[in-house]
């Protein structure tokens, strides 16, 4: 007696097992699925998902984008918290290489976002090409007028944030109504007129030191034109500075702390970096 429920309890036992094997090859692949059963490979809960093309969100973290997928890249932009970019590839373990906007593209630390679903461009986006075909640099312009000051809003009334020279290459974030969108190669970001600037073919923001202009004399006369007989500007006294813009025959081109231009004899100053 006993040895026939031993029988059917081990009957019963075996039933079960098999039909949990059916049912978690069935979910795994069919017969595929036996390395994974046996705790090798990957299931469909481990399988790494490809985000490429795909929408993702910074959700409730600050992330920073980068130039390249190196936790000491540069960083070219930051992202807030539920700012939405689109996954142009995945060619590097780790990392999204993302469209943040028009023209600006970098490296996110993946496991900083999350999945939002398929890139759904609205109709009058601009056509992309394929994210497969697509790997462009950072678009980059450089200020072709002697100097510029960098605004916190598009306008000539803004404030004031920041100074660029002739030549230096800025990163351009945006454009719109004659203005630029740029940040500087020393963090400051926000707007310069779109006629003071020119495409650039550099793959990175680096400029040369400014220089300034101190006076060693007494005093000296800063003036509007490179000429003793030119109107007066104002007048600098010994140790004061101004940034230094050109050299014209003998004199310096300088612009002043109030934004001006103005000209001093290089007899009555010196440059330094």
Known sequence: MWKKVLVLILA???SLSAGFGVGYLVQNGGFAGIPAMLGFGETKETAKTDWSDKTLTTGEN??????????????IATLNKNTEVVCLNQDTPDW???QVMDG???YVVESFMTLVGDYKPTADAEKQQPAADKKSKTSFVYLNGDYANVRKTASSDSEVLGLVLKDDVLHKISEKEGWVQVKTADGVEGYI???LVAKSDAVKAENAPRKSVEITNSYANMRKDASS????VTKLDKGETATYLGEDNGWYYVLLDDGKTAYVRNDLASVSE
């Open 193 to 195: 007129t779109s006629d």
């Open 229 to 232: 007989d030119s109107d007066l």
């Open 104 to 106: 600006v593209e970098g």
């Open 12 to 14: 019963a036992i075996i």
């Open 62 to 75: 600050i992330v920073n984008v980068r130039v390249s997928p190196k936790s000491d890249g540069e960083v």
């Open 96 to 98: 999204c290489y993302v």
